[in-house]
C-alpha cells in the first residue's frame, strides 16, 4: 500500500526557515518522482518543487527559487523541501505527491494531475 505523510509543518515569522518531511512507503523507491504542492484557501493546488530519484533531477517553480530546496534521504525513504527566507505569502497546506508511472529519462511532470498518492498535507504559516 502506498503512503505518504508529512511533516515539519508549523508557524514561523517572515524571513525564517521550515524543513519539511515526506516519508514515503509502500513502494520502490528508487524510480519515482515526488512532488511538493501547496493550498492556501480559496486557491488552487500549486506545484512548488519536483525530485526524480533516478539522477535527483530538481525542478522548483519561480516563485521559490533561491529560497526552497528539495533533497531525498533515500536509505530513509524520505524527501525533504527546505524553507527559507519565508514570506507570508508561502502560508498554505503543503502536500507531498508520488508520481509512480514517471518513465526514467523523460521530464518530471509538474502539474497535480500527474500525482495519483498523496499525504495528508502540514501546514505552514508565515506571519508578517
Known amino acids: 500500500e502506498v503512503q505518504l505523510v508529512e511533516s515539519g509543518g508549523g508557524l514561523v515569522q517572515a524571513g525564517g526557515s521550515l524543513r519539511l518531511s515526506c516519508a514515503a512507503s509502500?513502494?520502490?523507491?528508487?524510480?519515482?518522482?515526488i512532488g511538493w504542492f501547496r493550498q492556501a484557501p480559496g486557491k488552487e493546488r500549486e506545484g512548488v518543487s519536483w525530485?526524480?530519484?533516478?539522477?535527483?533531477?530538481?525542478l522548483y517553480a519561480d516563485s521559490v527559487k533561491g529560497r526552497f530546496t528539495i533533497s531525498s534521504d533515500n536509505a530513509k525513504n524520505t524527501v525533504y523541501l527546505q524553507m527559507n527566507s519565508l514570506k507570508p505569502e508561502d502560508t498554505a497546506v503543503y502536500f507531498c505527491?508520488?508520481?509512480?508511472?514517471?518513465?526514467?529519462?523523460?521530464?518530471?511532470?509538474?502539474?497535480?494531475?500527474?500525482?495519483?498518492?498523496w499525504g495528508p498535507g502540514t501546514q505552514v504559516t508565515v506571519s508578517s
Open positions: 505527491g508520488a508520481d509512480l508511472s514517471w518513465v526514467r529519462g523523460s521530464h518530471i511532470a509538474t502539474t497535480s494531475d500527474w500525482y495519483d498518492y
Open positions: 509502500g513502494f520502490p523507491f528508487d524510480d519515482y518522482v
Open positions: 525530485l526524480s530519484s533516478s539522477d535527483g533531477s530538481t
